[in-house]
């Protein structure tokens, strides 16, 4: 291990030669980024709809990418593999936003409604929004906000470390040695082997508690790694879970406000679907709206920043045209029309109706996702995605497959925001010029949504969807929100008092508050557990040893404990899509 | 802490549990909520005073404040130039260091939200840029382009002279 690692920091001494141009966006880097990106979309597309599970896969590039660059290559820098892994994330991330909606339209055979090239300008259109939404966001959120984006965080990690000593690169694979052994003792059930170590413990069984505490937690080291990152905002993630589920939930109980029949365990439950969870996506969009408000200066001085660099003809200019976001909105703009008009038979100005306010929400949804993805590293799409099909309903006029195949623009555009978003908090921390990174992103964010919507029609043709060799449980959770929304069950109440309440939290002074507060009423305990412990530990580290410890030894652990699970995950999809395991 | 942050850090937390009790029922109280909210707003009112008045009295006595965000970017400045004719190795050592204490000046930048986002925007946007500009000159020191490495040494050290240039400009 030592040689190893003195090897590779050797050869990093060596390498560079003060006449050549420092190696960043390289056809060596964009051929190896759409290869690998390609195949984590493909393996987490088909994995996403069988084992309902995928990843962003940032860390596991970077890793593949100094592997490649540097290993077989011989000549990789760390701003060359952060481009890698840029091209790979933004390639693969398309993939949550397609499995998420897309085959929900094949379970309810609607799909021969709709011409296979809409399928594909939605999801490009969605692809577009996010990056050019993120133009003037990653210059608040990053530069001015300093969110903190712990997967963008420990990407920058992975790929400081060749430089780092060899401490830091052995603290990392130590995290990821951890990590992955843990994840796959954790996996025997699923391999036919008897179980060593659960995936989660009931503490509330193993402490006698009342039936209805919910008190279980995940036995997740990659969430620990988070909130090890993390720190202080997830504090008040983890405060907010425990005014969910231990004051509101028992004080509710007390007071009598449950039906009749919802005793015992299935208290918990209920408190959370019908009660905490919507009033906390109701804290999310009030949180995100007055963020945006209180957001506005910063906004505008980031705007304002980004022209002010594209006047410049000489000198140091490394900020992406404004142009790229106003052509990238009108772009995305006249597609979703096109979509809407052709497909929805609303008129043209229904039309332009549904595709103006589609726009505008997915920017206020990007910011909400790319807000509460900075402070704590939780991504709340599935809650976005209730109240998008909501408002789309609206929009369609009820119309099912519009609605969905709208839905598909808006998961990827939101997913799509968070995740780049963390790559270029990864470009910030090893210094890669943001101009370049979302240059690439443009380039290559369309590809995605074809090997993923290429994937989900071929698993169709061979096996069916929404059966028992394709369960597709995410399409078949949107499905059921369908449903429920048609059928009028929908909390609005719930989301507007929580809204009011998220508003108000954001007012305080503490950024975000809103957002934190909404994101730990909606998160399960399950994960907020573990997570929170992680961000004990994190405060703890820091007030006794200092900010030195954090960044030399807490963050390669927990970067390595993050990348090794996720370096599983991705395994795991591959199995999968080999045949070796079933649901 | 100041005591008016303090309060009015009780009266936020007294009135989000009682808001998020009363919201959660089905159907909502509203009336409770509103009652809740009026008292949120109160510890908002409370907390937001304090905060100002915290960061003016730190900013007097120079425990903290503006002459403090002035100390360490002076410091880092002063780093800075003693390493524009090292080493590559020494570099990369040296700016590590320097960038862990640049994370704490960003830290300690928040409260200037309270004078103005309009002012502290245009402040961290320049800072970061210059972060961002020595970031690229460790990755580039560590890869062996010690060219690259000079250069953006150059352009960060140029965008924390600016930081500290607006930083001395506030009236706090």
Same mark, same amino acid.
């Given at each position: 291990?030592?040689?190893?690692?003195?090897?590779?920091?050797?050869?990093?001494?060596?390498?560079?030669?003060?006449?050549?141009?420092?190696?960043?966006?390289?056809?060596? %880097?964009?051929?190896?980024?759409?290869?690998?990106?390609?195949?984590? %979309?493909?393996?987490?597309?088909?994995?996403?709809m069988i084992m309902g599970f995928t990843s962003g896969g940032s860390a596991i590039a970077a890793i593949v990418g100094w592997g490649v660059l540097s290993g077989i290559l011989k000549k990789g820098t760390v701003v060359e593999n952060n481009i890698v892994q840029t091209i790979a994330s933004a390639v693969n991330i398309s993939v949550s936003g397609v499995i998420f909606t897309i085959p929900a339209l094949y379970i309810m055979g609607l799909h021969q409604e709709i011409n296979t090239t809409y399928f594909f300008l939605a999801t490009a259109a969605g692809a577009i929004l996010g990056i050019t939404f993120i133009i003037p966001l990653r210059k608040q959120m990053i530069e001015i906000d300093r969110l903190r984006f712990p997967t963008g965080t420990a990407v920058a990690t992975v790929l400081k470390t060749p430089g780092s000593g060899i401490e830091k690169a052995r603290l990392l694979f130590l995290g990821m040695a951890v990590s992955t052994a843990v994840y796959l003792v954790q996996q025997f059930p699923v391999l036919g082997l008897?179980?060593?170590?659960?995936?989660?413990?009931?503490?509330?069984?193993?402490?006698?508690?009342?039936?209805?505490?919910?008190?279980?937690?995940?036995?997740?080291?990659?969430?620990?790694?988070?909130?090890?990152?993390?720190?202080?905002?997830?504090?008040?993630?983890?405060?907010?879970?425990?005014?969910?589920?231990?004051?509101?939930?028992?004080?509710?109980?007390?007071?009598?406000?449950?039906?009749?029949?919802?005793?015992?365990?299935?208290?918990?439950?209920?408190?959370?679907?019908?009660?905490?969870?919507?009033?906390?996506?109701?804290?999310?969009?009030?949180?995100?709206?007055?963020?945006?408000?209180?957001?506005?200066?910063?906004?505008?001085?980031?705007?304002?920043?980004?022209?002010?660099?594209?006047?410049?003809?000489?000198?140091?200019?490394?900020?992406?045209?404004?142009?790229?976001?106003?052509?990238?909105?009108?772009?995305?703009?006249?597609?979703?029309?096109?979509?809407?008009?052709?497909?929805?038979?609303? @008129?043209?100005?229904?039309?332009?109706?549904?595709?103006?306010?589609?726009?505008?929400?997915?920017?206020?949804?990007?910011?909400?996702?790319?807000?509460?993805?900075?402070?704590?590293?939780?991504?709340?799409?599935?809650?976005?995605?209730?109240?998008?099909?909501?408002?789309?309903?609206?929009?369609? @006029?009820?119309?099912?497959?519009?609605?969905?195949?709208?839905?598909?623009?808006?998961?990827?555009?939101?997913?799509?925001?968070?995740?780049?978003?963390?790559?270029?908090?990864?470009?910030?921390?090893?210094?890669?010029?943001?101009?370049?990174?979302?240059?690439?992103?443009?380039?290559?964010?369309?590809?995605?949504?074809?090997?993923?919507?290429?994937?989900?029609?071929?698993?169709?043709?061979?096996?069916?969807?929404?059966?028992? %060799?394709?369960?597709?449980?995410?399409?078949?959770?949107?499905?059921?929100?369908?449903?429920?929304?048609?059928?009028?069950?929908?909390?609005?109440?719930?989301?507007?008092?929580?809204?009011?309440?998220?508003?108000?939290?954001?007012?305080?002074?503490?950024?975000?508050?809103?957002?934190?507060?909404?994101?730990?009423?909606?998160?399960?305990?399950?994960?907020?557990?573990?997570?929170?412990?992680?961000?004990?530990?994190?405060?703890?580290?820091?007030?006794?040893?200092?900010?030195?410890?954090?960044?030399?030894?807490?963050?390669?652990?927990?970067?390595?404990?993050?990348?090794?699970?996720?370096?599983?995950?991705?395994?795991?999809?591959?199995?999968?899509?080999?045949?070796?395991?079933?649901? | 802490?100041? *005591?008016?942050?303090?309060?009015?850090?009780?009266? $936020?937390?007294?009135? $989000?549990?009682?808001?998020?009790?009363?919201?959660?029922?089905?159907?909502? *109280?509203?009336?409770?909520?509103?009652?809740?909210?009026?008292?949120?707003?109160?510890?908002?009112?409370?907390?937001?005073? &304090?905060?100002?008045?915290?960061?003016?009295?730190?900013?007097?006595?120079?425990?903290? &404040?503006?002459?403090?965000?002035?100390?360490?970017?002076?410091?880092?400045?002063?780093? $800075?130039?003693?390493? *524009?004719?090292?080493?590559?190795?020494?570099?990369?050592?040296?700016?590590?260091?320097?960038?862990?204490?640049?994370?704490?000046?960003?830290?300690?930048?928040?409260?200037?939200?309270?004078?103005?986002? *309009?002012?502290?925007?245009?402040?961290?946007?320049?800072?970061?840029?210059?972060?961002?500009?020595?970031?690229?000159?460790?990755?580039?020191?560590?890869? &062996?382009?010690?060219?690259?490495?000079?250069?953006?040494?150059?352009?960060?050290?140029?965008?924390?002279?600016?930081?500290?240039?607006?930083?001395?400009?506030?009236?706090?």
């Amino acid at each position: 291990m030592a040689d190893a690692n003195w090897k590779l920091r050797s050869s990093g001494w060596k390498r560079g030669n003060s006449d050549e141009t420092y190696r960043e966006v390289t056809p060596a %880097a964009i051929i190896l980024g759409v290869v690998w990106g390609a195949f984590m %979309a493909a393996s987490f597309t088909y994995a996403g709809m069988i084992m309902g599970f995928t990843s962003g896969g940032s860390a596991i590039a970077a890793i593949v990418g100094w592997g490649v660059l540097s290993g077989i290559l011989k000549k990789g820098t760390v701003v060359e593999n952060n481009i890698v892994q840029t091209i790979a994330s933004a390639v693969n991330i398309s993939v949550s936003g397609v499995i998420f909606t897309i085959p929900a339209l094949y379970i309810m055979g609607l799909h021969q409604e709709i011409n296979t090239t809409y399928f594909f300008l939605a999801t490009a259109a969605g692809a577009i929004l996010g990056i050019t939404f993120i133009i003037p966001l990653r210059k608040q959120m990053i530069e001015i906000d300093r969110l903190r984006f712990p997967t963008g965080t420990a990407v920058a990690t992975v790929l400081k470390t060749p430089g780092s000593g060899i401490e830091k690169a052995r603290l990392l694979f130590l995290g990821m040695a951890v990590s992955t052994a843990v994840y796959l003792v954790q996996q025997f059930p699923v391999l036919g082997l008897p179980e060593i170590i659960p995936e989660y413990v009931d503490l509330r069984a193993i402490l006698h508690l009342p039936e209805w505490v919910s008190l279980a937690m995940a036995l997740s080291l990659m969430v620990f790694g988070m909130g090890l990152i993390t720190g202080r905002n997830g504090l008040i993630v983890l405060a907010g879970g425990i005014l969910s589920y231990y004051i509101i939930t028992p004080i509710v109980k007390a007071l009598g406000w449950l039906p009749s029949d919802v005793t015992g365990g299935a208290i918990s439950g209920f408190v959370y679907a019908n009660m905490t969870r919507p009033l906390g996506i109701g804290m999310l969009l009030g949180g995100s709206i007055a963020g945006l408000i209180l957001s506005m200066p910063v906004i505008i001085v980031a705007l304002r920043s980004i022209a002010n660099a594209s006047k410049l003809g000489t000198g140091r200019n490394e900020e992406l045209p404004i142009k790229y976001l106003y052509a990238g909105i009108t772009l995305a703009f006249l597609l979703l029309l096109v979509t809407t008009y052709q497909l929805g038979n609303l @008129g043209i100005g229904r039309s332009l109706l549904t595709a103006l306010v589609g726009v505008a929400w997915i920017f206020v949804a990007s910011l909400l996702v790319a807000m509460s993805t900075g402070m704590t590293d939780w991504s709340p799409v599935s809650g976005l995605s209730l109240v998008s099909v909501m408002i789309l309903l609206y929009l369609t @006029g009820k119309q099912v497959p519009l609605t969905i195949l709208l839905g598909a623009t808006v998961g990827v555009a939101i997913s799509g925001a968070a995740d780049m978003m963390q790559d270029l908090k990864t470009g910030h921390l090893v210094g890669g010029i943001p101009s370049r990174q979302q240059k690439v992103e443009l380039l290559t964010a369309w590809i995605g949504p074809i090997i993923a919507l290429t994937v989900v029609g071929l698993i169709w043709k061979a096996y069916g969807i929404g059966n028992e %060799a394709v369960p597709a449980p995410q399409a078949m959770a949107l499905k059921s929100m369908v449903e429920a929304i048609l059928g009028g069950n929908v909390p609005v109440d719930k989301f507007i008092a929580g809204g009011i309440l998220g508003f108000a939290l954001s007012m305080s002074g503490i950024p975000g508050l809103g957002v934190l507060v909404g994101l730990s009423m909606y998160l399960p305990m399950l994960y907020i557990l573990p997570y929170g412990l992680g961000c004990i530990v994190h405060e703890i580290a820091k007030r006794r040893k200092g900010n030195e410890f954090i960044t030399e030894k807490v963050l390669p652990v927990a970067a390595g404990l993050m990348v090794g699970e996720a370096a599983m995950t991705l395994l795991f999809a591959v199995l999968t899509v080999l045949g070796v395991l079933h649901p | 802490m100041e *005591m008016k942050k303090l309060f009015g850090n009780v009266l $936020l937390t007294v009135g $989000l549990v009682a808001g998020s009790i009363t919201a959660a029922r089905i159907p909502p *109280m509203w009336g409770g909520l509103a009652v809740s909210l009026a008292v949120m707003g109160v510890g908002i009112f409370l907390r937001r005073q &304090g905060a100002k008045e915290e960061l003016h009295r730190a900013a007097q006595t120079g425990t903290g &404040g503006v002459r403090e965000l002035e100390r360490l970017l002076s410091d880092a400045l002063g780093r $800075l130039e003693a390493i *524009m004719d090292a080493s590559g190795e020494r570099a990369t050592a040296e700016l590590t260091k320097i960038l862990e204490e640049l994370d704490e000046f960003a830290e300690k930048a928040q409260p200037l939200r309270i004078e103005g986002l *309009m002012t502290y925007g245009t402040i961290m946007s320049v800072f970061s840029r210059g972060e961002r500009a020595l970031n690229r000159a460790w990755s580039a020191f560590a890869d &062996g382009y010690e060219e690259e490495g000079r250069k953006y040494l150059r352009y960060g050290y140029d965008d924390l002279k600016e930081t500290l240039s607006a930083v001395k400009a506030l009236k706090v």
